[in-house]
């Protein structure tokens, strides 16, 4: 019987988990080209002139997640997740950064308004779109995490339900209620 990808992922990710660093070595190759096109999808929201790079996201993004240690890895929608919220610490990091460096400077206000979050191709003003997922955080937590694996992580509705042991429609309701939400929170 031949393994799929995905238990072959959760596989890795125990062996990983249970101290196999052999594992570690295996899974990179196997999550690269899917940390890749999460890291695209970012970048292609992006400003044009962004000065982080894809692969500088996914390198980062896997030197911290090599550095989780105390994580007990469920299965790949699980690391997905993680990668998810790194890679959004990431790229708000380097925001901020970035008006730092401006000092003084107006950065571009982005209404999400005029962002289909998850179809658009604009990119939000990832400062305020942080502030107004951590809001959501304190009122609903369950809805923050939806929007984070979807939006920052790339996780299918499917794969997100999995995380979060909910189901689909469940996502789907989520997801409806935290993008009205966040718009209007982004918005003031």
Same mark, same amino acid.
Do not use: C
């Given at each position: 019987?031949?393994? +799929? !990808?995905? +238990?072959?992922?959760? %596989?890795? &990710? *125990? ?8 594992? @570690?070595?295996? @899974?990179? !190759? ?5 940390? /890749?096109? *999460?890291?695209?999808? /970012?970048?292609?929201?992006?400003? !044009? ?7 500088? $996201?996914?390198?980062?993004?896997? $030197?911290? $997640?090599? =550095? ?13 997740? #993680? ?10 990091? /380097?925001?901020?950064?970035? =008006?730092?460096?401006?000092? %003084? ?6 209404? $999400? ?9 604009? +990119?939000?003003? @990832? *400062? ?15 809805? +923050?995490? #939806? #929007?984070?694996? %979807?939006?920052?992580? %790339? &996780? ?17 309701? /989520? ?14």
């Amino acid at each position: 019987m031949v393994k +799929s !990808p995905d +238990s072959e992922v959760t %596989g890795l &990710l *125990i062996s990983w988990s249970n101290g196999d660093e052999a594992a @570690l070595a295996q @899974l990179l !190759p196997i999550v690269e080209r899917q940390l /890749h096109r *999460i890291a695209r999808s /970012h970048m292609n929201r992006e400003n !044009p002139g962004h000065t982080l790079q894809t692969t500088a $996201l996914v390198n980062e993004a896997y $030197l911290k $997640l090599v =550095n989780q240690r105390n994580v007990k890895w469920q299965n790949r929608a699980h690391f997905f997740a #993680i990668a998810a919220r790194l890679m959004r610490n990431i790229l708000i990091d /380097h925001a901020r950064a970035q =008006n730092r460096a401006k000092r %003084g400077g107006r950065a571009q206000q982005v209404s $999400l308004s005029n962002i289909a979050i998850k179809e658009s191709d604009k +990119s939000p003003d @990832l *400062i305020r779109l942080d502030e107004a997922l951590n809001e959501l955080a304190k009122v609903d937590p369950q809805k +923050s995490r #939806i #929007i984070e694996m %979807g939006y920052f992580g %790339g &996780l299918t509705d499917e794969e997100i339900a999995e995380v979060l042991g909910v189901s689909v429609v469940t996502v789907r309701r /989520h997801w409806k209620f935290a993008k009205a939400w966040l718009r209007r929170e982004v918005e003031r």
